[in-house]
């Protein structure tokens, strides 16, 4: 996800800890990841839309198991939803439903070995969902209707999702946490107009009687529920490739001739991640698509990103620069750190954001030169540390809420804090981790833990240190730096001293400039 940017001593007095103790209580409640008690295999959609009542009817057949212990329930999330029927191999199911959870009693009792498959016919509505949004995504109610009536002449028709961070069921009833992997296939029925986008690949077009087409994509591959995406609308299809992968750009007409201009380094990208990462693009295909009245900047649903208004450019715009570009990188290296290996709760969102904050300095330096990326580094850490972030942990489980997570520290700070690592490590070292991370945890969740772990193991240093002081501790040094000049000696004293509560140990790096000539002093 890119979002918009807008962007010690103990006390004595027994009452005023108390105080200061039932005041935070609420904000330091351990967030844990989400208990598995069932471990979803497979997602079989079959969808149409209501565009007049801005609401889709579903069919859903969920393959699911239990993680460990045998159960005779399940409890998926499906929020404002209409619920018709439930059932298994034909036999009705009693369930009890409160708006967002579902509980659905099974037939028997099931055994961690066991998958089964229930049926659920439904409507959802998203426009009745009640969870709201944050500064970073505005909106958290799933399934977005645009002009759907044809009112406004000025603007397309659309529909598009967002599921992060668990707004996918709204749309369809699942296991709605960042720890489910889950295979996918998707019929989707729309007017003969409209041309439709979903994960994986676009297997066949049946024509209906009724003026109406049903496209069937199918993603074999296994992702999180928030990654699920559809998109809806007459829009031009400008198809590129990496390699023998298909890469193609979903516009409007007007900036179809423009499409190559704005996201034509979109191969080279694929090509340039795959490469540092050791790890081959991991997917079908790549697709973008830029959705009307988006609700954040771009997001990285698996093989099929949408980005925002600010993507469409003119010639005139891209002569000076495409300022989408760190974005279309973003999002292209999240499929590596987010969709093939996915944070395992919102706590651990670094493992996701930071490497895709990262990437954006990896790409500008790759293709622009170090001085670019530079620049675009000291902007990143300029705007971290002009927010309210100092208190902030990287991983952090005692957030308010699960949109807080995505900041300028999960983001900026991370993006730095991988920055350094690797010039601590070294580049052989840090992409050699990067890939023995990747390839251990592929297709599956991880956390904080496993990437130092990884690290460890390639470099064989200890890297606890670094990870108690950047990864779950907050701050920064800030640093207080004087000069001596001693005449008789003719000598310079350089006096460093950290101001900050907490001693950060970090690398610190003089340039001596003597006669002309300079030199570095550690």
Request: aromatic content about 14%; hydrophobic content about 35%.
């Amino acid at each position: 996800m890119k979002f918009q940017k807008a962007f010690t001593s103990i006390s004595i007095v027994l009452i005023s800890f108390l105080s200061s103790a039932l005041f935070s209580q609420s904000a330091t409640i351990y967030k844990a990841e989400t208990a598995k008690i069932h471990d979803l295999i497979h997602t079989k959609l079959k969808v149409d839309f209501n565009f007049k009542e801005k609401q889709l009817n579903g069919e859903e057949w969920l393959t699911v198991k239990p993680h460990f212990y045998q159960t005779d329930k399940i409890t998926l999330d499906a929020k404002a939803m209409i619920i018709h029927q439930i059932s298994m191999n034909n036999q009705k199911l009693a369930y009890n439903y409160d708006d967002s959870k579902l509980i659905i009693d099974l037939p028997r009792t099931y055994k961690k070995s066991e998958e089964f498959t229930i049926y659920i016919k439904y409507t959802a509505r998203p426009e009745k969902v009640q969870q709201k949004g944050s500064n970073a995504i505005t909106s958290a109610k799933g399934l977005y209707f645009i002009n759907p009536t044809g009112l406004d002449k000025n603007k397309p028709t659309q529909i598009w999702t967002q599921g992060e961070t668990e707004a996918s069921s709204c749309w369809f009833p699942t296991i709605d946490a960042p720890n489910q992997k889950t295979s996918q296939e998707i019929y989707i029925t729309v007017p003969n107009k409209y041309v439709t986008l979903s994960n994986g690949k676009l297997e066949n077009q049946q024509k209906n009687n009724n003026g109406t087409r049903t496209d069937y994509w199918n993603f074999k591959q296994k992702h999180a529920p928030y990654l699920f995406f559809m998109g809806v609308g007459e829009y031009e299809i400008i198809k590129d490739n990496y390699k023998n992968i298909p890469v193609d750009y979903y516009v409007e007409k007007k900036y179809a001739p423009h499409a190559k201009a704005i996201f034509g380094n979109t191969p080279e990208m694929l090509a340039f991640f795959s490469k540092i990462t050791g790890i081959e693009y991991p997917w079908n295909k790549y697709a973008q698509i830029v959705g009307r009245d988006y609700v954040s900047g771009a997001m990285e649903n698996t093989t099929a990103v949408i980005h925002g208004e600010k993507a469409y450019q003119m010639p005139g715009q891209l002569i000076d620069e495409n300022i989408h570009e760190n974005t279309i990188a973003h999002e292209a290296f999240h499929h590596w750190f987010g969709n093939l290996v996915t944070a395992e709760s919102w706590s651990n969102l670094t493992v996701n954001e930071s490497f895709a904050n990262y990437s954006e300095y990896l790409w500008r330096e790759y293709k622009y030169g170090k001085n670019d990326a530079d620049a675009h580094l000291l902007e990143d850490i300029e705007a971290y540390k002009n927010g309210q972030n100092f208190d902030k942990h990287l991983v952090r489980f005692n957030y308010h809420d699960k949109e807080d997570m995505f900041d300028a520290v999960s983001y900026n700070k991370g993006g730095a804090i991988l920055h350094m690592l690797r010039n601590y490590l070294g580049d052989d070292a840090f992409y050699a981790g990067l890939n023995t991370y990747l390839t251990t945890n592929k297709y599956s969740t991880a956390e904080a833990h496993q990437l130092r772990l990884a690290f460890e193991k390639v470099s064989g240093k200890d890297l606890n240190w670094f990870f108690n002081q950047w990864y779950f501790n907050s701050g920064h040094p800030k640093l207080a730096v004087s000069y001596d000049y001693n005449k008789l000696r003719k000598t310079v004293t350089v006096n460093i001293k950290q101001e900050q509560e907490n001693t950060f140990k970090f690398p610190f790096v003089i340039d001596i400039l003597e006669e002309g000539k300079s030199q570095k002093s550690q």
